[in-house]
């Protein structure tokens, strides 16, 4: 499990070193002049880590508790119904981005722009709870392959968080 750790912490020092090998710049922040940049980006900072952690939380709780298999069935079953989250909801979120942009001085509009998302959000979240009632053990043998077989155990349940989750993003 180590090496896992280990090879992400060099691979993300090496792309680091090699983009600043490309482009040269000074390494050192420039507090005086970006104060108000960075009085700002705190609060981003703060809902950004306070969201890793939420998505996290249960498979450092987990961690403590089950063997590496255990473990990693059950992320291959979540990371199964992150995908609804992973490729529809941003393409959505741009789309609403826009939208509001376009509406931003008529407040019904942006209502009705908000709404339609809701509701998309809610009908994609209600598709995944069914499809993790109907189908976990197909969707898992498709996807994942035979060898996450007990992870269809726990897709139901995911599903029941996981459909809650298209209607948040």
Wanted: charged content about 15%; aromatic content about 8%; some cysteine.
């Amino acid at each position: 499990a180590w090496a896992l750790v280990i090879g992400a912490v060099v691979g993300n020092a090496l792309t680091a070193v090699g983009l600043f090998l490309m482009r040269r710049h000074p390494v050192r922040p420039l507090f005086q002049r970006d104060a108000k940049v960075l009085h700002f980006t705190k609060h981003i900072l703060l809902q950004n880590l306070a969201n890793w952690f939420l998505i996290n939380a249960d498979r450092m709780i987990l961690g403590r508790y089950v063997d590496t298999t255990a473990l990693g069935i059950y992320d291959r079953g979540k990371w199964l119904l992150d995908q609804p989250m992973t490729y529809l909801v941003p393409p959505i979120q741009q789309v609403v981005l826009v939208k509001t942009s376009r509406a931003q001085s008529d407040p019904e509009g942006i209502r009705r722009i908000v709404r339609k998302a809701l509701l998309l959000g809610a009908a994609i979240g209600v598709a995944v709870l069914i499809g993790s009632f109907l189908l976990p053990r197909l969707a898992v043998g498709v996807l994942l392959g035979h060898g996450f077989a007990p992870s269809s155990l726990l897709i139901p349940i995911l599903g029941i968080q996981r459909a809650s989750w298209c209607v948040h993003a």
